[in-house]
């Protein structure tokens, strides 16, 4: 008998069949995958480009710039979060995908630090997400820590890519967002799959503490939703109130994600 460890699938005992579902995003992941380099990078322009005076253009293209800072920053914190992931996932299939996470979102900081170096540099800090980071990465338990990142956020996340894709067509930043979208997209998928798996065998306990984590959570995501740097200041009170009623919809679709999730959710205070 060879002393090596048996890899997950020759394990004759064990029924993992459970996990099925996690290892079927490992799989759609590694179809999914790409490279900082298959962007058409100097073939387009990285972010709309203004008219008017240079005064205007340099306006324009601040405010383009926070958008992407606000993205830059998002997904550095999302490297360290996958990595906590990958690092506190006891199931080698939650393992293998994470390890394609942990890929994805230092993959995506890349391209945003080629974008944002394109257009003058970093920018402002938006506080929420820093405040929403240290949420996840303090979570006490896995089961929070897949439910806040995973099942909320990434979920929440894409529409936002669809309507920044949408005002920016034609350029790289337009492709980007589509391609975060789907990512994203996967990572929510595999994040669902995993936290029906934890929460099987999850105690009364840590399932109420999911409900006051996402009480804890939605606000702050509502305040980085809505939240808007200098640059975007004037545009951001023009549109705050269609951003206010798209919000909602948003945090409501993630309210009845945790209710799919078998978890009481009259428990759950929505922000507005
Ligand atoms: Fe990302
Ligand atoms: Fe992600």
């Given at each position: 008998m060879s002393a090596e460890p048996l890899a997950y699938e020759e394990?004759?005992?064990?029924?993992?069949?459970?996990?099925r579902g996690v290892l079927r995003f490992y799989e759609l992941a590694k179809h999914q995958e790409w490279l900082v380099?298959?962007?058409p990078w100097g073939e387009i322009a990285p972010v709309p480009e203004g008219r008017g005076s240079p005064q205007r253009q340099a306006r324009r293209r601040d405010v383009w710039r926070s958008v992407v800072m606000q993205q830059l920053q998002a997904d550095v914190l999302a490297c360290e979060m996958a990595s906590q992931l990958l690092n506190a996932a006891p199931d080698p299939e939650a393992k293998l995908y994470y390890s394609t996470m942990v890929q994805d979102e230092s993959r995506h900081t890349e391209a945003w630090l080629k974008l944002i170096g394109q257009l003058g540099g970093e920018g402002e800090r938006d506080p929420h997400l820093d405040t929403l980071g240290h949420m996840f990465l303090e979570a006490d338990t896995l089961e929070e820590k897949v439910f806040l990142m995973q099942v909320f956020f990434e979920r929440l996340i894409i529409p936002r890519f669809r309507l920044i894709a949408r005002s920016s067509r034609g350029t790289i930043l337009e492709d980007l967002c589509n391609r975060l979208a789907i990512d994203d997209g996967i990572h929510h998928g595999a994040g669902m799959a995993y936290e029906r798996v934890l929460l099987e065998g999850a105690s009364q306990k840590v399932k109420d503490e999911l409900i006051v984590a996402a009480n804890r959570m939605l606000p702050e995501f509502a305040a980085h939703a809505l939240w808007r740097p200098k640059a975007r200041e004037m545009i951001g009170h023009l549109m705050e109130a269609r951003d206010r009623e798209r919000l909602k919809t948003e945090l409501d679709h993630g309210v009845r994600l945790a209710n799919s999730l078998g978890?009481?959710?009259?428990?759950v205070a929505l922000p507005f």
């Open positions: 394990q004759p005992d064990e029924d993992r069949s459970r996990y380099r298959d962007l978890l009481d959710i009259s428990e």
